[in-house]
């Protein structure tokens, strides 16, 4: 069975007094949480510490938004996956597109990162989506299916099931523009569709897959009520505890609307 998991990416956001602050907003809102989807803020390194401690006492898991693929050496400015365990971080995002375009993120550095983050047992995070550009083009799926296939060259079957999978389309990333429903539940089911074809059927069923782009209270239980998306990765809704509230219990949501309409 697939848990949904809704994902706070925080990007570089939130200093530690901000980000103490927002957690204990969280924690304290959380006995109103939906049970039956797992919870997670992927928070700037600098917040990871003093954020780890805050949430031993909640079911709030913790994520790092990047890191290096070797354990350690002379990187200058890089964190290794050791020091994310060693704060007890549990998820970690790679590949976002931001890291992509902004800072070289390669294929070949996301596969390097991806085997990894399996190896240290912290659940990578893999995002993955195509520009406005390449949907105009017609060769969205095409893009996806490379940068899958990439991301997942030389690993097994039973570490490729470790691996969550964000699908975010870049044009919808912070834009307020959102993916129909429709749209990411397409997406999503061909992302299944490549698992079946590189993998197998059994993994493409339990592969999780989220959706990312402008996730907001309002559209996340249409969303996330679709057959093939297993939660979220939020990005700006993420950094307002009320906000990131509704996202998490979008399924109240969509329980009180089809009421309504009953
Ligand atoms: O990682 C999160 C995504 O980039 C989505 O960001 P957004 O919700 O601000 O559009």
């Known amino acids: ?19 103490i602050s927002l957690v204990n907003n969280l924690i304290q809102l959380s006995n109103d949480f939906n ?10 390194f600098t917040a990871l510490y003093s954020i780890r401690k805050l949430l031993n006492s ?15 050496g002379a990187y200058t400015g890089e964190i290794s996956p050791l020091m ?16 992509r375009q902004y800072f070289n993120e390669t294929d070949e550095s996301v596969n390097k990162k991806l085997k990894s983050s399996i190896n ?25 299916e490379n940068q899958i296939i990439n991301a997942f060259k030389d690993i097994k ?23 129909t429903s429709e749209e990411a539940n397409e997406m999503s089911s061909f992302i299944r569709n490549v698992f079946k074809e590189l993998y197998n059927e059994e993994l493409a069923k ?19 009520n679709q057959t093939d998306i297993d939660g979220a990765l939020v ?17 109240q949501q969509y329980e009180k609307v089809n009421k309504e309409i009953l």
Request: hydrophobic share 40%.
């Open 235 to 251: 990005g700006g809704a993420s950094l307002s505890a009320e906000e990131f509230i509704r996202i998490i219990n979008f399924n």
């Open 1 to 19: 069975m697939r848990i949904p998991l809704i994902a706070g990416n925080w990007k570089m956001n939130n200093n530690i007094h901000e980000s």
């Open 58 to 72: 909640s079911n709030i898991k913790l994520g790092a938004q990047n890191m290096h693929y070797d354990e350690k």
């Open 84 to 99: 994310l365990k060693e704060i007890g971080v549990e998820y970690v995002i790679v590949g976002h597109s931001e890291r």
């Open 120 to 144: 240290f047992a912290i659940k990578p995070i893999l995002c993955i989506g195509e520009t406005l550009e390449q949907r105009e083009r017609k060769i969205e799926k095409i893009t996806v």
């Open 35 to 44: 049970n039956n989807v797992e919870v997670l803020v992927c928070v700037p």
């Open 206 to 224: 339990q592969v999780i897959v989220l959706y990312g782009g402008s996730v907001k209270g309002e559209n996340a239980s249409e969303l996330m």
């Open 157 to 179: 079957a039973e570490d490729a099931v470790k691996v969550v999978i964000a699908y975010e389309p870049i044009w919808a990333i912070g834009t307020g523009k959102t993916a």
